[in-house]
C-alpha cells in the first residue's frame, strides 16, 4: 500500500500546491439541509466527489441516507456509495493516505461537518486534505482583485475574479437543503425511482448536477491555483 508522500515547501508554490497535487486530488463537496433554527448542522445527505480514474475523471456519489436507494438506482454509477457516513468518509480518508491524494473542498463547511458527525476522522482529514478557499482569497489579493467587501465572495464570485472563461455555477431550484428534505419525503413514500413524477425526479436530478458543478468548479480554481507562480 503507498503512503502518503510528504513534500517540501519547495515541492509547491506560494499557494502549497502544485499541479500534481492537483491533478491526483479528489474533489469533495456535501450536500444536506443545512443550519438548523437551534444552530445545529445535521449530518449531509450526500457528498460528491469528482477524481482521477485510469480512464479519466469521473463524479460519484456517496449517499449517507439508505432510504435514497431510487435516487442512486437512476444514478447507474459503479463508484456509487450508500451507507453509513463514518465509514464512507473512513474509506475516503483512507484512499487519499494509500495513494497520496489530497482531498479538495471550498471553505470551512466540509470540516465543520467531519469535527461534528465524524471527530474520530478529524485529525486523519486534516493532513490530507485542503481548503481551497485560503489560497484563493492569497491569490486574488495579490492581484488586487478583492475589495474589503468581497472577502466573503462564494465559489461562484472566485471563478468569475480568478478564471475568467469558467462557465459559473447555476443553482439548483429548490435550494439544496429543500432538495433534501423533499427527496427524503419522496423516498420514504416511493421505493422505486419508476414511481416518481417527472417533478420529483428532476428535483434529485438538479441537486446531483448542482453538486457535480460545484466539485468541478473547485477543480476548476485549484488547476489555476496549482500551476501559478505568482
Not at 500534481?20 to 445535521?42: A, C, H, Q, S
Not at 450508500?82 to 473512513?90: E, Q, R, T, Y
Not at 492581484?143 to 462557465?167: E, T
Request: with cysteine; net charge positive.
Amino acid at each position: 500500500m503507498r503512503r502518503m508522500k510528504q513534500h517540501n515547501p519547495s515541492d509547491t508554490n506560494r499557494y502549497h500546491l502544485n499541479p500534481e497535487m492537483v491533478k491526483n486530488g479528489i474533489y469533495l463537496d456535501f450536500e444536506g439541509e443545512g443550519k438548523k433554527r437551534d444552530g445545529t448542522i445535521p449530518c449531509p445527505h450526500i457528498a460528491g466527489l469528482y477524481k482521477p480514474y485510469q480512464d479519466g475523471y469521473k463524479y460519484n456519489v456517496l449517499f449517507f441516507k439508505s432510504h435514497w436507494t431510487p435516487v442512486k438506482a437512476w444514478h447507474q454509477n459503479e463508484y456509487d456509495r450508500i451507507g453509513n457516513f463514518v465509514d464512507l468518509m473512513d474509506e475516503l480518508i483512507s484512499e487519499a493516505e494509500n495513494e497520496g491524494r489530497y482531498i479538495f473542498y471550498w471553505t470551512i463547511h466540509e470540516k465543520v461537518i467531519i469535527q461534528l458527525h465524524a471527530p474520530e476522522l478529524f485529525e486523519r482529514f486534516e493532513k490530507v486534505s485542503i481548503n481551497l478557499h485560503k489560497p484563493a482569497k492569497k491569490f486574488a489579493n495579490r492581484r488586487g482583485l478583492l475589495r474589503d467587501d468581497d472577502q466573503k465572495k462564494g465559489l461562484n464570485q472566485f471563478l468569475k475574479i480568478l478564471k475568467n472563461a469558467s462557465p459559473l455555477i447555476v443553482a439548483c431550484k429548490p435550494t439544496a437543503a429543500e432538495a433534501c428534505r423533499r427527496i427524503d419525503n419522496y423516498a420514504t413514500k416511493k421505493k422505486r425511482w419508476k414511481h416518481w413524477t417527472v417533478e420529483q425526479k428532476n428535483v434529485a436530478k438538479d441537486l446531483l448536477r448542482y453538486n457535480k458543478d460545484d466539485c468541478l468548479g473547485v477543480l476548476r480554481l485549484a488547476r489555476k491555483l496549482g500551476n501559478s507562480r505568482f
